[in-house]
């Protein structure tokens, strides 16, 4: 019964800036962005927990990406900043009825996904 439908993608510049967001109907445990760049296997972004506001980040994101979460809009936010050529790809909102500790970095603890939102990064 979990929706999940992304916004916000787009093209942007090296260097820029991008907002996406995930709008949530239902019940989860936790919430996390994945990515699929051109040619390559979907890798794992971002993550939080609902109940403890714990953050998960890919070595990439660290410093650059961050996610949030409203449980007021039932929204997921992630923030990506001084963004890069290797950023490209389809970003994908997921949901988990259960992570913890390094499981909430895997796609293996998600169950239910969006339908993707494109972010090309091209100068």
């Known amino acids: 019964q979990v929706q999940l439908v992304e916004s916000g993608g787009g093209l942007v510049q090296p260097g820029g800036s991008l907002r996406l967001s995930c709008a949530v109907s239902?019940?989860?445990?936790?919430m996390g962005w994945f990515r699929q760049p051109p040619g390559k296997e979907r890798e794992f972004v971002a993550s939080?927990?609902?109940?403890?506001?714990?953050?998960y980040y890919a070595m990439f994101a660290k410093g650059r990406f961050l996610i949030s979460g409203d449980n007021v809009k039932n929204t997921v936010t992630l923030q990506m900043n001084s963004l890069k050529l290797e950023d490209t790809a389809v970003y994908y909102c997921?949901?988990?009825?259960?992570?913890?500790?390094?499981?909430?970095?895997?796609?293996?603890?998600?169950?239910?996904w969006g339908q993707g939102t494109q972010v090309t990064v091209s100068s």
């Open positions: 997921a949901s988990s009825t259960y992570c913890s500790g390094y499981g909430c970095y895997s796609g293996e603890n998600f169950g239910s």
């Open positions: 239902g019940r989860t445990f936790a």
């Open positions: 939080t927990r609902w109940r403890d506001n714990n953050t």
